[in-house]
């Protein structure tokens, strides 16, 4: 059974960092894919990052590339992820969820593709 647990967000001043976590139990397969959306109040889910097994392909959207970095570990039916986040700007303000899919998803930005969604963490950043 596929768990995913995340860590917690928090608050930061803008231009500040921070760390979010998700683990992923109930891996199996070659194939996988594993990534983080976002929900701000009263907008749709955003696509954040994903990354795809077994080619480790990555994808970050454009509203977060160059301040966002996703580091991956993976090992005995275990995923552990890390949202690395810098410079984050009021904007970055949401929901984050950590999804996964057992197949290699081809459209990584489409929150429908992925089975299984974590509890969510609250980001605020304070202008």
């Known amino acids: 059974q596929v768990q995913l647990v995340e860590s917690e967000g928090g608050l930061v001043q803008a231009g500040g960092s921070l760390r979010l976590s998700c683990v992923c139990s109930?891996?199996?397969?070659?194939?996988?894919?594993m990534g983080w959306f976002r929900q701000a109040p009263g907008k749709a889910r955003e696509f954040v990052a994903a990354?795809?097994?077994?080619?480790?392909?990555?994808?970050?959207a454009n509203s977060v590339k160059g301040r966002f970095t996703m580091f991956t570990s993976r090992d005995n039916g275990k995923i552990t992820m890390t949202l690395q986040m810098n410079n984050l700007e009021a904007e970055d303000t949401a929901i984050y969820y950590c999804?996964?899919?057992?197949?290699?998803?081809?459209?990584?930005?489409?929150?429908?593709?992925?089975?299984?969604r974590g509890r969510g963490t609250q980001v605020t950043v304070s202008s």
């Open positions: 999804i996964a899919d057992s197949s290699w998803v081809v459209d990584v930005t489409n929150p429908a593709k992925y089975d299984h």
């Open positions: 109930g891996v199996t397969g070659r194939t996988w894919s």
């Open positions: 990354r795809r097994w077994p080619d480790e392909s990555t994808f970050y």
